[in-house]
C-alpha cells in the first residue's frame, strides 16, 4: 500500500500536466480563430507544430535530468543533485541560444517544408520570430520539471505548468483584446507565459530545497558530464526514431487523401489521451527506479517495476473498456463531419486493442530513464521503429490504411516486449549489487 500510494502521489500530478500542457496551443487557436481570418489560425498550426517537433527533440532534458537526479536523491546526495540541476540547466540555456542563432534557417526549413506560402507564411514567419525568443525559458523548464520528478515532487512540475496556462490565456487575451494586437499579442503572450513559467519554477525550488554551491568547473567534469552526455545522446536519437515514426504515419495517412488523413488525426486523440495518463505511471517509474537505484535497494526496485505495471495493465484495461464502449460516440464529439466519422469508425477496432499493446512500452520507458539505462530505450526504438516500416512495406499495399495501423501496433508491442526482456536483466542485476 505504501508503494502504491508513492506511485499515485507522483503519477496523478504528472497526469494532471500532461492534460493540462496541451491547452497552451489550443488557447492559441482559440484566440486566433476570432482575429478573422483564415491564415491567422493556419499560421498558429504551423508555427505550434514548427516549435513541436523542434522541442520534442530537445526532449531528454526532462527525462535525462529526471533519471539522474532521482538516482542522486536516494544516495542522499546533496551535491550530486544540485549538480545535476545545474547543468542541466546550462545545456538547456546553451542550446536555447542555438536555437535562437539558428532562428532564420530554422523557420525557413520549416515553412518550406510544410509547403505555406503566401499571408500564412507571412504570419508564420512573424508568430515564430517573436515566439523564438522563448526558447531558452522553455528549455529551462524542461529541466527543471525532469529535476522536480527526479526529487520525487511531481506536484511542483504540475503548479509550474498550471502557472504557465493561465498566465498565457490572461496574457494573450489582454494583448489581443484591449491592444488590439493580431497574431503578434498571441505570440507575446505565450513568451511571457513562457518567461513566467520559468520564473515560477525556480522560486519554487529556491523556496522548497536547498541546493548546494556548485562551480562551473564542477558541472564540466569529465565523467559527470560524460554520463549525463551519454544518456542525453542516446535519448535524443530514441527520439529521433520515435519522430519518424510519427511523421511517417501521418505522411502515409495524407497520402490516402483528405478524408483518411482526417480519420486518422481524430484517432490519433484515442492515443494521445491515453498517453496523458500511462505516461503519468512512467514519470513514476523514473522517479522511483531512480531513487531505489541510488538507495542499492534492489528488492524496493523490483517491488516497485512488479506494482507499476500492475497499474499500468488497469490503466490499459481501463480504456480499452471505454475505447470498446463508447469510441464511435467520442468520434462523434471529436467532429460533426459524418464522412470522416464513419471512415475513422472502420478502423476503431485497432484503437480499442492499442492500450494493451501499448502500455508496458510507456511504463518500461519510465523504468529505463529512471535507471538511466538510455541505450536499452534506443535498442527498443531502433528494432521497434524497423518493425513498424517492415510491417508497413509489407501490409500496407495489401491492406492499406488497416495495414498502416497492425504496424504502429506491433510497433508499440515491440517496444514494450524488447524492454521487458532487458527489465528482467537489470532488475536480476541490481538484487545482486545492493
Known sequence: ??????????????????????????????????????????????????????????????????????????????????????????????????????????????????????????????????????????????????????????????????????????????????????????AAGTLIAQWSGLAIGAVLVAKRYTLSRVKFSDLMERNEFGRFFRVSRDLFLRTVCLVAVTLWFTRVGASQGTVMLAANTLLMQFFLFFSYFTDGFAYAGEALAGRYIGEKNGERFRAAVSRLMMWGLGVALLFVAIYGFGGTLFLRLLSDDAGVVAVAADFRWWIVLMPLTGFAAFVYDGVFVGATEARHLLGSMIVSAAIFFGTYLLLFPRMGNHGLWIAFLLYLLARGVYLAIQCRRLVAFHAKNV
Not at 500536466?17 to 493556419?42: C, F, K, S, W
Not at 532534458?61 to 544540485?82: E, M, P
Not at 542541466?88 to 526549413?109: D, F, K, N, T
Open 1 to 186: 500500500m505504501r508503494l502504491d500510494r508513492q506511485i499515485l502521489a507522483i503519477a496523478l500530478p504528472a497526469i494532471v500536466t500532461n492534460i493540462t500542457t496541451p491547452l497552451l496551443g489550443l488557447m492559441d487557436v482559440a484566440i486566433t480563430g476570432h482575429l478573422g481570418r483564415a491564415e491567422y489560425i493556419a499560421a498558429i498550426a504551423v508555427g505550434g507544430n514548427i516549435f513541436n517537433m523542434l522541442y520534442w527533440i530537445f526532449s531528454f532534458l526532462r527525462s535525462g535530468t529526471s533519471g539522474l537526479t532521482a538516482q542522486a536523491y536516494g544516495a542522499g546526495d546533496t551535491q550530486a543533485f544540485s549538480r545535476v540541476f545545474f547543468r542541466s540547466l546550462v545545456v538547456a540555456v546553451a542550446l536555447g541560444a542555438a536555437i535562437l542563432l539558428c532562428q532564420r534557417p530554422v523557420v525557413e526549413i520549416f515553412v518550406k517544408w510544410m509547403d505555406v506560402t503566401g499571408d500564412t507564411a507571412l504570419f508564420t514567419r512573424q508568430y515564430f520570430e517573436i515566439l523564438v525568443w522563448g526558447a531558452p525559458a522553455f528549455l529551462c523548464t524542461y529541466s527543471i520539471s525532469g529535476w522536480f520528478i527526479g526529487m520525487q515532487d511531481s506536484r511542483s512540475a504540475m503548479w509550474m505548468s498550471l502557472a504557465i496556462n493561465v498566465i498565457n490565456m490572461a496574457a494573450s487575451l489582454l494583448l489581443v483584446i484591449v491592444f488590439d494586437m493580431k497574431i503578434e499579442g498571441v
